[in-house]
């Protein structure tokens, strides 16, 4: 199966001014309206897949995101309509512990658009007139959720051309997906938000584009409990060891431990033990959570016969 850039014809890493070139040419000579041979139509299918494949790729994208402890804020719909700007998209990311402690990259596919190279993304097919949308009334834009949306009678345009490019559909564009690798920074917490800027919807007549918003989730994890940069960890501990003291091995989240000694027990009630700074990272101004040791005393199975008469000879004492 040919390569995108060898149906089109042009290099690898050619412009968008180049794959839109190599594709109308195609399109000159192969669109069925203008082609009668059999398979003039496939051709061209393949010609726009390879065309709408390339120019998607031009779109993928690295971005750093920013942090903040608080929900992604929601612009009233007034401030909005004053500076135009694209959709901002709102996404759940989905973290384990490890990622979210010590950051990590996170690859999106996200729903984007091409302009379609067959109207260059007029919609229009010939000459044609535009009439207005009478279901956002010209404006491109509805309120939906105490949102503005782009309206999906018009494509977010404001009109409606009343001879529509029939390889769009006359929506000046075709559906595509672009990959955005997000770069997490080290210490987000679970409800947390990342912001990246630019990177939500473009806007249908050329204004900012929108900004993406993640809310980021964390997957349960065997050992740590995650509460805020706070980490919970119930240790199993023998009667034995918690009875006569002495050194202990905590796991900590970065895959080491720490030698932790126990005194002699006085009570078979324990309060947890916190280790300061072993929680999350910090964050910004935030500083870094601790470890809040909680004590799972565990009793034998079963004693042997000299555990038993061990155990004889203390209860004489």
Not at 20 to 39: E, G, I, S, T, V
Not at 72 to 89: F, H, L, V, Y
Not at 100 to 127: N, Q, R, V
Not at 135 to 147: A, P, T, V, Y
Request: glycine share 10%; charged share 20%.
């Amino acid at each position: 199966m040919s390569a995108p850039h060898q149906v089109l014809g042009v290099a690898a890493d050619a412009d968008a001014a180049a794959i839109k070139r190599a594709f109308r040419k195609l399109a000159m000579a192969l669109h069925p309206d203008r082609n009668p041979d059999a398979d003039a139509g496939e051709r061209f299918k393949a010609a726009r897949a390879a065309y709408d494949a390339m120019m998607a790729a031009l779109l993928d994208d690295e971005a750093d995101a920013e942090f903040s402890e608080d929900p992604a804020p929601t612009d009233p719909p007034s401030a909005k309509a004053a500076s135009p700007r694209g959709e901002d998209i709102h996404l759940d990311l989905e973290l384990t512990l490890e990622e979210a402690a010590f950051g990590c990259h996170k690859t999106l596919t996200l729903d984007a658009a091409i302009p379609c190279a067959s109207c260059d993304g007029s919609g229009e097919s010939g000459p044609s007139r535009s009439r207005m949308c009478t279901l956002c009334h010209g404006s491109g834009r509805l309120s939906k959720n105490s949102r503005l949306i782009n309206c999906p009678h018009c494509a977010g345009r404001g009109f409606i051309t009343s001879r529509a490019c029939p390889d769009c559909g006359g929506s000046g564009h075709h559906p595509a997906s672009r990959h955005l690798q997000v770069r997490v920074p080290a210490g987000v917490i679970g409800g947390s938000t990342l912001r990246l800027l630019g990177q939500g919807q473009q806007h249908p007549q050329g204004g900012q584009p929108g900004d993406l918003f993640l809310t980021i989730a964390l997957t349960p994890h065997p050992q740590f409990q995650p509460l805020g940069r706070d980490l919970l960890c119930i240790v199993p501990v023998s009667i034995f060891r918690w009875l006569a003291g002495g050194g202990i091995d905590i796991p900590l989240l970065a895959g080491n431990t720490h030698r932790l000694h126990l005194e002699p027990a006085r009570t078979l009630s324990p309060e947890p033990i916190r280790l300061k700074g072993y929680g999350l990272p910090g964050q910004g101004r935030q500083p870094a959570g601790d470890l809040l040791l909680s004590w799972n005393i565990c009793l034998p199975e079963k004693l042997s016969k000299q555990q038993i008469k061990l155990l004889n000879s203390l209860e004489g004492l």
